[in-house]
């Protein structure tokens, strides 16, 4: 059993922060890439960032300088941390577990629920 609990999002005034987390937890051995993804209303989803376990990160060009996603290998947990917040912003935010190991030792990718971020003007 592996569960991704997200935690974090809420509405936010333009130029605000908020930090999201995503834990996850059960049978988890090792996660290869964890990210974050978001879908704002009427747009397609997209990747907003990664983190390889080696700490290699990517960021979509929208948020670069403004976001920065960072993770606990111990804890099993993949932050986001969300600066000068733009109503463009406004979005469900999805975790993403890349290449997650079971202790069983079999490898699947997992989501999380989506954490709603609101960003007023």
């Known amino acids: 059993q592996v569960q991704v609990v997200e935690s974090g999002g809420g509405l936010v005034q333009a130029g605000g922060s908020l930090r999201l987390s995503c834990v996850a937890s059960?049978?988890?051995?090792?996660?290869?890439?964890m990210g974050w993804y978001r879908r704002a209303p009427g747009k397609q989803r997209e990747l907003v960032a990664r983190?390889?376990?080696?700490?290699?990160?990517n960021y979509a060009d929208s948020v670069k300088g403004r976001f920065t996603v960072s993770r606990d290998n111990a804890k099993n947990t993949v932050y986001l941390q969300m600066n000068s917040l733009k109503p463009e912003d406004t979005a469900v935010y999805y975790c993403?577990?890349?290449?997650?190991?079971?202790?069983?030792?079999?490898?699947?990718?997992?989501w999380g629920q989506g954490t709603k971020v609101t960003v007023s003007a």
């Open positions: 993403n577990l890349e290449g997650a190991v079971s202790l069983a030792r079999r490898v699947q990718d997992y």
């Open positions: 059960g049978s988890i051995f090792s996660i290869n890439v």
């Open positions: 983190i390889t376990n080696g700490g290699t990160t």
